[in-house]
């Protein structure tokens, strides 16, 4: 009897652990860099929207080495918020593609966020669908007093030609456009006020889809002579016209490139300022406004980010086993 009860009870045991262990299986992952406070009930960052329409009955899974938890819904939608930066960003990545609590084997991520863009390519409320992912920050730079008069004041730096720039899955990303490109986005009069300060045609229209490549640099570039200078490496490294300044996007997908892939990768960007001052500012003083002379639109590009980014991920999931084993054109 004894023996019995010490079989049955490993039996109950194992049965107990294989169901606590069972991995989740993800079939997208949103990621978000920031939240201004809590996740829902006050002033959404990145995030809030998300975990408003996917996570609320979710309970959060702790990751060791993540900045913050990761929710998952009943339909495989798991979402987190990974710190900003390209080294907070990466590592918390890094943690939750590693952790045994989830399954990436099918997984497709939408990163999530919000960036700058040039006056003359898009204007506060457009959401932008990156096509490439590039580090503005491997390279060589110096003084323009140390060069020649006019030309470049950076060269890339040798060592780094497989990790400086990525081009996304161009079916994905087309794909992700076309679903989204008739997405009717928030726009505010305050938003509308503020583009009125630029002289350029695509700065003063309203909010739409787009799609360029995305600069990630640690350091939050301004002005129009370093928006020229990104414009100059994203055709330096034969990537698309750039259209947004982030700071997480290369680095996120070098970890994907390490582990699962970037093949199921998309990366979404709303933007919420201009990378640069009008003509009648410097940069100092567009960086550092005075009270009341901030862009508006933060609130609703943030709802623009999730109102876009929602079409694909329930498309993907509604239609899983059309996605599962990978995206294919018809």
Same mark, same amino acid.
């Given at each position: 009897?004894?023996?019995?009860?010490?079989?049955? $009870?490993?039996?109950?045991?194992? $049965?107990?652990?294989?169901?606590?262990?069972?991995?989740?299986?993800?079939?997208?992952?949103?990621?978000?860099?920031?939240?201004?406070?809590?996740?829902?009930?006050?002033?959404?960052?990145?995030?809030?929207?998300?975990?408003?329409?996917?996570?609320?009955?979710?309970?959060?899974?702790?990751?060791? #080495?993540?900045?913050?938890?990761?929710?998952?819904?009943?339909?495989?939608?798991?979402? $987190?918020?990974?710190?900003?930066?390209?080294?907070?960003?990466?590592?918390?990545?890094?943690?939750?593609?590693?952790?045994?609590?989830?399954?990436?084997?099918?997984?497709?991520?939408?990163?999530? #966020?919000?960036?700058?863009?040039?006056?003359?390519?898009?204007?506060? #409320?457009?959401?932008?669908?990156? $096509?490439?992912?590039?580090?503005?920050?491997?390279?060589?730079?110096?003084?323009?007093?140390?060069?020649?008069?006019?030309?470049?004041?950076?060269?890339?730096?040798?060592?780094?030609?497989?990790?400086?720039?990525?081009?996304?899955?161009?079916?994905? *990303?087309?794909?992700? *456009?076309?679903?989204?490109?008739?997405?009717?986005?928030?726009?505010?009069?305050?938003?509308? %006020?503020?583009?009125?300060?630029?002289?350029?045609?695509?700065?003063?229209?309203?909010?739409?889809?787009?799609?360029?490549?995305?600069?990630?640099?640690?350091?939050?570039?301004?002005?129009?002579?370093?928006?020229?200078?990104?414009?100059?490496?994203?055709?330096?490294?034969?990537?698309?016209?750039?259209?947004?300044?982030?700071?997480?996007?290369?680095?996120?997908?070098?970890?994907?490139?390490?582990?699962?892939?970037?093949?199921?990768?998309?990366?979404?960007?709303? %933007?919420?300022?201009?990378?640069?001052?009008?003509?009648?500012?410097?940069?100092?003083?567009?960086?550092?406004?005075?009270?009341?002379?901030?862009?508006?639109?933060? %609130?609703?590009?943030?709802?623009?980010?999730?109102?876009?980014? %929602?079409? *694909?991920?329930?498309?993907?999931?509604?239609?899983?086993?059309?996605?599962?084993?990978?995206?294919?054109?018809?």
């Amino acid at each position: 009897m004894k023996y019995v009860f010490l079989a049955l $009870s490993l039996l109950v045991s194992v $049965s107990t652990y294989g169901v606590e262990k069972k991995p989740i299986a993800v079939k997208v992952f949103i990621a978000g860099m920031f939240e201004i406070g809590a996740n829902q009930g006050d002033k959404a960052g990145e995030f809030q929207h998300w975990f408003e329409r996917y996570f609320t009955n979710s309970e959060p899974l702790i990751v060791k #080495g993540a900045l913050g938890p990761v929710f998952c819904n009943q339909d495989g939608v798991c979402g $987190s918020v990974l710190g900003m930066g390209k080294v907070a960003s990466s590592s918390s990545m890094q943690a939750i593609i590693l952790n045994e609590q989830l399954d990436f084997t099918h997984s497709y991520f939408v990163i999530s #966020g919000v960036g700058g863009i040039p006056p003359s390519k898009g204007t506060i #409320g457009d959401v932008n669908w990156g $096509s490439w992912l590039i580090d503005y920050d491997l390279g060589h730079r110096w003084m323009p007093a140390e060069g020649k008069p006019g030309e470049p004041v950076f060269m890339p730096r040798q060592g780094y030609e497989d990790i400086r720039r990525y081009q996304l899955n161009s079916a994905l *990303v087309n794909w992700a *456009v076309m679903l989204t490109q008739n997405v009717q986005l928030m726009d505010s009069p305050d938003a509308q %006020a503020y583009r009125m300060r630029y002289p350029q045609t695509q700065a003063r229209r309203k909010p739409a889809v787009t799609v360029g490549s995305h600069i990630a640099g640690d350091t939050f570039f301004h002005g129009p002579g370093l928006s020229a200078e990104a414009q100059y490496i994203s055709q330096l490294y034969g990537a698309d016209d750039y259209m947004i300044a982030e700071m997480e996007g290369v680095a996120i997908a070098q970890v994907l490139s390490r582990t699962v892939g970037i093949d199921r990768m998309l990366s979404l960007r709303g %933007a919420v300022n201009f990378d640069q001052g009008n003509p009648n500012e410097s940069t100092l003083a567009h960086l550092d406004p005075a009270p009341g002379e901030t862009a508006g639109g933060f %609130a609703e590009t943030v709802e623009n980010i999730v109102f876009v980014g %929602a079409n *694909v991920v329930d498309t993907i999931v509604d239609k899983w086993p059309d996605f599962k084993n990978g995206f294919k054109t018809e």
